[in-house]
Structures are given as C-alpha cells and as structure tokens.
C-alpha cells in the first residue's frame, strides 16, 4: 500500500500537484519539469511473471497513480494503450539482444507514450467545453505517433511542427495524412526552433486562455511514465530466466526513452548497466565525459529523430541525480557519426542478415565497442523504430526494398499536406488564435 503521490517541479517553484492536472499541463507552471515527490519503491514479487505488457504497466505505474482522479482507469488505460508487443529478441552469435519497440500502428517507440497519454487526457474531466488543442514539435516520430493516437478524438485537436526538410520524404507524408483534427505544420528551421516555438506556446497564459493547450512532447508525464514499462517488463522476463540484471543501449535524443529506462532501475526493477547512444549531437556524451553542459543547436543526421542539441528532459535527469560525480559514474554516453551508422548497418545486414533502422544502429555501435573493449556481457540493445521508416537511408545501403509494415503502408497511401510555418514564437501563436480551427 501506498500514500496518494504529487508531483512537484524540477524547478521547485510550482505547487505540488496531482498526476491528472500534471498530464493535463504537460510543463510545469515554472517552466520546469514535472517530476514525483519521491519515486516510489517496487517488489518484484508484486509483478505476475507471464503478465501482458498491460498487466506489468498496471502493476509498476500503481504506486505513481496513487490517489489520482485516474487511479481506478489505471488498468483500462493500459488495456488500452499498451496493446502492443514489445518483444526482447535474441540476436544469434552475439550474446545480445534487441528489445523492439516498433510494433506500435506508427512503427516507432513513440506510439506506446503517445497512446498512454491520449488514453489518460480523453479519461480526465475537464470544465472546459472547447477543444483541447495537443501541441507536438517534433524531429519525426512524435508527430505520427501522436497524431494516430489522438486522431477522431472527440474534443481533442493536434497541431503538430516540424523541421521542413528534415525529417525522411516516408516521416513527412505520415505527419500529413491524417486530416480531420489534426495539423501538420511544416517549420522553416530545425527540430530545436519547433520545440522553442511550442514551450512559449505552452507558457503564454493569454494564449492558453484564448485556446486551451497541452503538450505532447518527451517532457509529458503521460509519455515518459508508460515508457518504463516496457523495460520492466523486458528485465522482469530476463531475470526469471537468468537471475541477472539486464544491460541496456538506449538510443538517446531528447532522453525521454532514456529517463524512462533510468527510472525503471531507480524504482527496483532488475536493471543493469544503462548506456546511452547518441548521434553526432553530442551533448550528453561530452558532459557525461566531464565537460560542462553546453547545450546547443542541432545538426543533422542520417538518425534524425534523434537530432537534439538541447535535450528536454535533461532537467529531469539532473534531479534523478543531483551529483555530477555519481551521473557520471552511473550513465555513460556516446557519440557516433553518420559513417559509422552507415557501416553498421550495412556490417549487420551482410555478416547477420538483420536490418536496423539508423537509430537503432548507434545503439548497436555502441555494442561493438564495448566488445572491442573486452566486455563480453549481454547487453540488450532499444530497437526504436522500423527500418521502413527509414527506407531513404538504409535502402540505398543495403541494396534491396524493406517490407513495409501493414499499418504504415496504409498511412502511406492516403493524400498528405502540410502548412509552412515561419520559425517564429509570433508565428505559432498567430496561427494558433486565427488559423485553421
Ligand atoms: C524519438 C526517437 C528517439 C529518441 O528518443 P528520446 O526519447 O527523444 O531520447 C530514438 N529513435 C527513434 C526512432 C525515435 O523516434
């Protein structure tokens, strides 16, 4: 049993509040993070070892929903959102494995936060009668993910931005697809301009009060927390067979994906050593190696979801752990180029006949210099998205056509259209008050 759990800023200047009002809100008053009071503590015994994905979401997000207007929907969001497979597979020869977070309707990890969150937000009472416009800035993934999960939901509205331009010809027609209630907007600048323009949006009061807004970016409570549960579920289905903590590679932007895996450990799930590839935006691996945290502008990548210079929940993670010293000696990073992404893909499909998507293959690079160090672990490696998805990339690499899955050729079929967008605070807020309701 445990006590109603609140939460509270990363910046310590917002009134504690309960998990529906901090979903409903996405970014704190203060402009911080919302974070518990205290994460909670878990027994394994409390988990059912040949439980659905749902059934050990519902079991590890209790202590977290505790006390909460959606504590008595927790089990039906699940049973509705996490209806997803996420299989640890076996990689042949390599004392690994991928955990594949793909089999989502978009193809991409995204779809388990997205889903989680708009079955929690259609859950929660709201006074006001107008349409609860869902704000996304994304680098590619987010945005579809988002969309279908929030697409023909009653008195819901998504606008979604992204880099024109930047994200994949395949990621672009998915954004403009849906229709109905939901905006794509194609922004004249990067994933960090997009994600700049949504945060003033989200903090202009006037423009909240004009048009109700929420988030639904990596920095939502209702993304991060159903994310951990695909990494309990993995680590509790390795320890019953092998009594071992799992080792993880996480591939790594806005640390969301990431957070979620670290706060999975942190609540006493049997995790191991936790690794964190990222691509040529190298932030994190450079602070975690001892510089000082420079955030910065993006560059692209061939990995493009995950092209963050300045990563949301980077608050998040300095709460978790408050001492530079003890992150730097628990997480380590690193950074790899858009050759070596190249070469790993290609070096997987021709020596174990697998295809990975580009993020995916930093996490795998990941693995082979730890085995060129000496580690001879198992470690299981976050398989983030279908190669499909990334079919500009990886096709032209490994010479031949992927198979697309059946839920995103059916995207890819219908008519798409987006809406430019000047990469401007002032635009967005324009849009939002007089554009296409
Ligand atoms: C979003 C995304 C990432 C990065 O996840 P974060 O939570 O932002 O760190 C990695 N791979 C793919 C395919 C993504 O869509």
Redesign the pocket.
Same mark, same amino acid.
């Given at each position: 049993m445990t006590g109603p759990m609140k939460y509270v800023s990363t910046r310590g200047g917002s009134p504690a509040a309960a998990l529906g009002q901090a979903i409903a809100e996405g970014l704190a008053p203060d402009g911080g993070l919302y974070v518990p009071q205290a994460l909670p503590e878990l027994d394994l015994a409390a988990f059912d070892p040949g439980g659905t994905l749902a059934a050990t979401a519902t079991t590890l997000l209790a202590p977290f929903f505790a006390g909460d207007a959606l504590e008595n929907a927790l089990a039906s969001i699940c049973a509705e959102a996490l209806a997803i497979d996420t299989p640890l597979r076996a990689l042949p020869r390599q004392n690994a494995s991928v955990l594949e977070l793909?089999h989502g309707p978009t193809a +991409?990890?995204?779809d388990v936060g997205a889903r989680f969150l708009a079955a929690c937000l259609c859950r929660l009472p709201r006074a006001d009668h107008r349409p609860l416009t869902i704000l996304v800035a994304t *680098?590619?993934? !987010?945005g579809a993910a988002v969309a279908a999960a929030f697409h023909r939901q009653p008195g819901m509205r998504v606008v979604i931005l992204y880099p024109d331009g930047l994200v994949s010809p395949r990621q672009a027609h998915q954004l403009g697809c849906f229709g109905d209630n939901v905006h794509a907007l194609r922004v004249a600048g990067r994933f960090d301009d997009c994600q700049r323009m949504v945060k003033a949006a989200l903090a202009d009061q006037a423009l909240q009060a004009a048009v109700p807004l929420s988030s639904a970016n *990596?920095i939502s409570l209702g993304r991060l927390l159903p994310?951990m549960s695909y990494y309990a579920h993995a680590a509790l289905s390795w320890w019953h067979q092998h009594r071992t903590p799992l080792n993880v590679i996480?591939? !790594?932007? $806005?640390?969301? $994906?990431?957070?979620a895996c670290l706060w999975t450990r942190a609540v006493g799930l049997p995790i191991g050593e936790v690794r964190l590839a990222c691509n040529a935006n190298a932030t994190l691996p450079e602070f975690l190696e001892g510089a000082d945290y420079t955030p910065r502008e993006a560059v692209a990548t061939i990995?493009n979801?995950?092209d963050?210079g300045t990563? *949301? $929940?980077y608050e998040r993670l300095r709460w978790t752990f408050p001492d530079d010293r003890t992150l730097r000696r628990l997480l380590k990073a690193n950074s790899v180029d858009d050759d070596s992404i190249r070469q790993t893909i290609v070096h997987h499909a021709r020596e174990h006949d697998e295809v990975f998507?580009p993020?995916?293959a930093t996490a795998l690079q990941q693995l082979e210099r730890r085995r060129e160090a000496g580690d001879e672990e198992h470690w299981a490696v976050v398989a983030? +998205?279908h190669p499909a998805?990334f079919d500009s990339v990886v096709e032209p690499l490994i010479g031949r056509t992927l198979t697309v899955p059946p839920a995103l050729a059916e995207m890819l079929a219908r008519p798409s259209n987006a809406e430019p967008l000047a990469a401007s605070d002032d635009a967005l807020r324009d849009w939002l008050r007089h554009g296409n309701r």
């Open positions: 793909f +991409a990890f995204k *680098s590619g993934d !987010t *990596s994310q996480v591939p !790594t932007g $806005n640390l969301g $994906n990431a957070m990995a979801a995950m963050v990563p *949301s $929940n998507c993020h995916t983030t +998205a998805k």
